[in-house]
């Protein structure tokens, strides 16, 4: 059995309310905090090596130490619950079961930050959150753990949520922070970065929900025994939450020293895949991320295990490798066709773009209708070249990650699965009926 420091009292019935939640120790970590100095919370954040857990992976402690602090300007923290990366829904759970972690995480954080209003923006579509979220807020402030002068210590601290309205790009911190102010969700070129100049042009952290979350038990167990659990620069434990052709879809919270092995196939995880099929590929980190064949997925190019953390999944760059990244875990069986999928992923990518780059903006929309003739059974071998050569010129010339984003599953598709989109082109009219998993296993 993992480690768990997020998901220890999950199951209790009724922890989603604050007199449960208080009865198994919470908000004892935000009394522990509020009696250290800013610093010292800061000296533990960074020694316990969390990194954040929205994707990209960056320092938690060496992002809150990147925050400017000019004379009399306001800062802000500001939670990232636009959760919309496809096969992602480990925040979701958090904050639908436990959402006095995460309000007592952000106690701790805007605490250290020095931030006296601190935001929640969440998905439009996690319509019934917000509610849960706005209960635990004033349950918390009824019992002095928000508001003015929190526990006598002179600390004050509002925390509004925010709906937002669909859009995936709101998920980038900056187009997150646009939307925030009230404007259309374009993404910000950085720098400067949000630590910089953020929200209203004030100094601000954006971090995922997850993140904040950690900074619980990091404060319980101390930073060192933080950063003892796991490996390497993996440290601590990361939820999963997996989907697509496995036993038992849900959230996991591992401690990142197992292997894809075991986690696909023990029980204690997913549970294996249905009706005995084989094991095609995975997307491990959300969609964005590339997509690996299983003979790479179980082993790296050097014949070692491939473990379920940052360094591993990353092993042999994008070649070979892929990400952790949102820890959105996507499993794919014999029968699945890749051409189709990557299809379905650049139609989304190419609606979610928000335009302002003509890389992403038409790259997206030509990547989507190559792919389409493709998988109809209507596409040239020279197609196949064209789509390698579209995703060539969008990456890295995009003012945000989504045109990496869009990119990277059409790369790896190709670099992996090329055999999959020749069938397609020489099988023009079994295309039109069946897939290339389910005619050629
Ligand atoms: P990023 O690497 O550009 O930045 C990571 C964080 O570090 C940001 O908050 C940034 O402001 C900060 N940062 C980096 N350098 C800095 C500096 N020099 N000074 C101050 N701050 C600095 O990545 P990103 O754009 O935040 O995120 C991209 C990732 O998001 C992708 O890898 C993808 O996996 C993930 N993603 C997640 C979801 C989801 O639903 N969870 C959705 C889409 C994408
Ligand atoms: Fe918008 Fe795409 Fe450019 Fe990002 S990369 S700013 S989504 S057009």
Known sequence: MGKKLLLKNAHIEGIRYFETYRKHGGYEAAEKALKMKPEEILEE?????????????????????????????????????????????????LMEFLPHLLIEGMLISSYTLGSNTSYIYIRGEYSWIPDILEEAIEEAKAAGFLGKNILGTGFDLEIYVQRGAGAYICGEETALLESLEGRRGNPRLKPPFPAVKGLWERPTVVNNVESIAAVVPIIEIGGAEYAKIGVGRSTGTKLISACGNINKPGVYEIDMTITVEEFIYSDEYCGGIPNGKKLKACIPGGSSVPIVPANLLLKTINGEPRYMNYESLADGGFATGTMMGSGGFIVLDEDQCVVNHTMTLARFYNHESCGQCTPCREGTGWMYKILKKIEKGEGKMEDIDLLWDIQRKIEGNTICPLGDAAAWPVAAAIRHFRDEFEWHVNNPELSQTQNYGIANY
Do not use: C, I, Q
């Open 45 to 93: 954040v960074k020694t316990s090596g969390l990194r954040g857990r929205g994707g990209a992976g960056f320092p938690t402690g060496m992002k809150w130490s990147f925050l400017a602090k000019p004379e009399g300007v306001p800062r802000h923290l500001v939670v990232n619950a636009d959760e919309s990366e496809p096969g992602t829904f480990k925040d979701r759970y």
